[in-house]
């Protein structure tokens, strides 16, 4: 599901808002988490999952042309954890899903 496909579903969903306005709600959310997780803060949708910062440590790595050592610069990545239900969702068989 992209962006636009959300965006598309809230709409038909919810008869009340324009696409313009599911449009909004969307971008306003997605936002404000990118906010939240910039500031190193955790984001937890009960049901859904987490998100958090995860730290990446500086390492060595190699240039895959040449070979030579290359360093890799320490970083923060954005890492989600789903949550029970997403899991269990996920993990019943389905007959609109195609297995592998």
């Not at 579903?9 to 910039?38: P, Y």
Request: avoid cysteine.
């Amino acid at each position: 599901m992209t962006r636009s496909d959300l965006v598309t579903l809230l709409a038909n969903r919810f008869g009340q808002l324009t696409h313009r306005d599911a449009e909004f709600a969307v971008k306003t959310m997605l936002d404000a988490m990118s906010d939240a997780l910039g500031k190193g803060h955790r984001i937890e949708i009960r049901g859904f999952g987490s998100f958090a910062i995860n730290h990446r440590p500086p390492r060595v790595g190699r240039n895959p042309r040449s070979g030579e050592p290359v360093t890799i610069p320490e970083k923060l990545v954005p890492h989600f954890k789903p949550g029970k239900a997403l899991r269990e969702a996920v993990d019943q068989p389905s007959a609109d899903r195609a297995p592998g």
